[in-house]
């Protein structure tokens, strides 16, 4: 999914108050200019634009993640997000998290497994990531969940052309939206904040899908969140834009704490009745309009 995104910036009311990750309808409680400028917003929606297609995959394909990290990733309704320790969620600036706001785990919107609120945010003042403390613990909350650190080695040009694999709940090759799917692509550049992959004309993140996370595999074998997507290019299967973990540490751990001494909960193991594959089922809501593809 993706959140396109003009000036002058515009939020859109949810449709209901208590369904912060469920689908938004984007003319409910809408009318005159504002009304007219979100519906133009959605994908396929008066903008003359049909949806692309987006081909991901429902577990991912290139990184070694457990089911209980696959639950990780989660949504915050209009856009993703990544537990990456007991109570903390890494996602974007242009996201607007709120205090309150609901990050949701589960598979379906309107009736999550657990819905835990953001507590604080605090925003990066120089680059598109948010960190977000939960007002609870994630991994007890739900039961086999387990964070995804975050990558703490620094990336340089021999990365370029190596895999790596994005996750979220964005807008998929049909249109629909709602399903948390995975999409392995290369590396193809490392400039100031910003990593970018390349989906090469066959596959990509989309609108809804900012904030969630882009994953490598380090020097020892273990997968980490390089990355929180920003944007990228507006059909959805070319290049997109992650805000870096390695050149953000400094705000990290200033947030954090030192990283290895982060409290990433009570993990058990994920059994196959639980079935965490089938988690996701969320969708879009706001746009926030922007000069460029905000996913």
Not at 102 to 121: K, M, T
Not at 162 to 180: N, T
Not at 186 to 193: K, R
Not at 250 to 264: Q, R, S
């Amino acid at each position: 999914m993706k959140i396109l995104c003009l000036l002058p910036l515009l939020v859109v009311p949810h449709s209901r108050a208590d369904a912060d990750c469920g689908a938004l309808d984007a003319d409910a409680g809408l009318s005159g200019d504002l009304a007219a400028a979100v519906s133009t917003a959605l994908p396929g929606r008066g903008n003359g634009k049909v949806p692309k297609v987006y081909y991901g995959t429902e577990r991912p394909s290139y990184v070694p993640i457990s089911d209980g990290q696959i639950m990780a990733v989660g949504s915050w309704g209009t856009c993703s997000g990544t537990v990456i320790a007991d109570r903390w969620v890494l996602t974007a600036n242009h996201c607007r998290i709120y205090e309150g706001q609901r990050f949701c785990i589960g598979a379906d919107a309107d009736d999550p497994i657990v819905s835990l609120q953001a507590e604080r945010v605090e925003r990066n003042p120089d680059a598109d990531m948010t960190l977000v403390y939960l007002n609870g613990s994630a991994t007890a909350a739900a039961p086999g969940l387990e964070p995804i650190p975050l990558f703490d080695e620094a990336l340089d040009e021999d990365w370029i052309g190596a895999m790596s694999e994005a996750a979220g709940y964005g807008q998929q090759e049909d249109g629909g939206y709602g399903e948390r799917e995975f999409t392995a692509e290369p590396i193809v550049d490392l400039e100031g904040h910003e990593l970018t992959i390349d989906g090469e004309g066959r596959h990509g993140v989309c609108y809804g899908d900012s904030g969630g996370p882009v994953m490598v595999i380090d020097s020892e074998g273990s997968v980490g969140v390089a990355g929180a997507l920003s944007w990228g290019d507006p059909d959805c299967l070319g290049r997109d834009r992650y805000t870096r973990v390695d050149t953000n540490m400094d705000w990290l751990e200033g947030i954090l704490g030192p990283l290895d001494e982060l409290d990433m909960g009570v993990t058990e193991p994920v059994s196959d009745a639980d079935d965490p594959e089938v988690l996701p089922d969320y969708t879009t809501g706001e746009g926030w309009w922007e000069p460029i593809e905000w996913r």
